[in-house]
């Protein structure tokens, strides 16, 4: 069945090398002994050092892992029951409500959550931040657990209906057990895109509330340094780790179908 | 789980409360504020006056004035469109071999194949625009051996940086797996045999693209194109960061809007024409989809 063709290999090729040279390039120079981003100068562990005393970052740091951590979590219960409920009934509201933030531009949710907050008169920080990380994750979340519920056999809960289990028994002992995989995927997915957020933590954020990606921009906005590759490199790295265990426990997650 | 339809609506009650918070109201919110006036120090003012110990509304139709009765922000719009094309064409011309090629692959380099392509695509977003900083910075590698080259030809040193090649580039880099993920689903699913059957009856590689695989391929081109338009539409970060002064799009402006100016009533305005134009592509884009 394959059908070799050394035109596509080749150009499929280059588009790899595409993707993939400009983050190597980030992450070596990080371990460049040079401020400029310009040639090898020689090997330093040196701007990895600088970023662990930089209080500013620690703090950013600091502020991502709660955010992501807290939006994640809200944002599994809230998306598996959307995800559950999408599978059971083809409520138009509900599928609406759950694709449209995906769909949309980041930028009109960033706006519109901003002015939602200062009319309510609440403070941007790190509130304002999780609630709108847990809107734009519930969507991610809710096509995750329903991509694992349609590849379910409905024998089984129906298996143990028969059997005289209660809906809440049956929930509990069949369909969560089974969906867990799903679950746990679309939970971490929604951590790595918590913490790698820019545009819409950009709108929400308040003073001292910033997160990495916030001090990422800051940062490059000013100058092109080394500290950046090696935050950026850490950064790459703590989602590289979360996405490959999140492939591992359910491959069609990931690929964001 | 048939028959009690009470309990489906008790499961999706949460999550719906939460999103018709959090993302219709907030939109709803926007409509409306577009309307009101700019409050004296940014924000927006009061929707209402105490008159005579009557409420009258304050309300008005300046903003969206505003934003016709000049050509600068229709040019504006048209510009932003004009990058989410080219940039969605570019995609599809570097996405399509690419998925092609995975698609037509053996089944187990398949999946590595296509981990390779999601892997930068769950990098920061800001990473990724910070890689080709450096790689069009004015000290970098590339531009000094471009300049380099234009010396030998006696043409004047140029720039990279700051330039709308330097945004195309890194808005086709960020964007391009969203191209290639809908449209890899689309040609795995490809039936092999009616290729085998046009080879059999004389068609070459070339005709039998054109004839079997790019028709049964249209679905999964207007999905991925779908995915590139709208969020490049909307992009502030990279022409902020690598699009210099020709670089503004309508999302800079709107951000500009929100951020710096804070004239709130005209940011919602832009936001109202943004959120239009991307529910008009979504749909449009559904039903040439469904006839396919």
Sequence with gaps: ?257 | MQGKSWYKYLLSLPPMAYLLIFFAAPTLIMLFASFRYAGEYGGLAPWYLHENGRLTLDLTLENWQRLLGTDIYLRLFLKSIGYAVVTTLICMLMGYPLALMIARSGRKSRDLLLLLVILPFWSNFLVRIYAWMIIFSPVGALTRMLNGVLDLFGAGPITLMFSPTAMLVCLVYVHLPFMVLPLYANLEKHDLDLLDAAQDLGAGKWRQFWLITWPLSLSGVIAGSILVFIPVLGMFAIPDLLGGIDGIMIGNVIKQQFMESRDWPFGSVLSMVLTVTAVAVVLLGSRLGQRR
């Design chain 1, 1 to 257: 069945m394959q059908r070799r063709n050394v035109l596509l290999w080749i150009s499929a090729a280059l588009v790899y090398l595409f993707l993939y040279l400009p983050l190597v390039i980030v992450v070596v120079f990080s371990f460049n002994d040079s401020r400029l981003n310009a040639e090898w100068v020689g090997f330093t562990w040196k701007w990895y050092g600088k970023l662990f005393h930089n209080r500013e970052m620690l703090a950013a740091a600091m502020n991502s892992l709660i955010i992501a951590s807290v939006s994640a979590a809200v944002a599994t219960v809230l998306g598996t029951l959307a995800g559950i409920a999408m599978h059971q009934s083809r409520l138009r509201l509900l599928q609406v409500l759950v694709l449209a933030p995906i769909a949309m531009p980041e930028i009109l949710m960033g706006v519109s959550l901003l002015v939602l907050f200062i009319m309510v008169n609440m403070t941007l920080g790190l509130l304002s931040i999780m609630l709108a990380h847990i809107t734009f994750c519930i969507g991610f979340v809710a096509l995750a657990v329903q991509a694992r519920i349609s590849s379910m056999d409905p024998c089984l809960v129906e298996a143990a209906r028969d059997l005289g289990a209660s809906t809440w028994c049956c929930f509990r002992e069949i369909t969560l057990p089974l969906l867990m995989p799903g679950i746990l995927a679309g939970g971490l997915m929604a951590f790595t895109l918590s913490i790698d957020d820019f545009v819409i933590t950009f709108f929400t954020a308040g003073v001292g509330s910033s997160t990495l990606p916030l001090q990422i921009y800051s940062m490059v906005k000013i100058a092109v340094t080394p500290e950046v590759n090696a935050v950026s490199t850490l950064l790459m790295l703590l989602t590289l780790v979360v996405i490959t265990v999140a492939s591992r426990l359910s491959p069609a997650v990931v690929q964001g179908e």
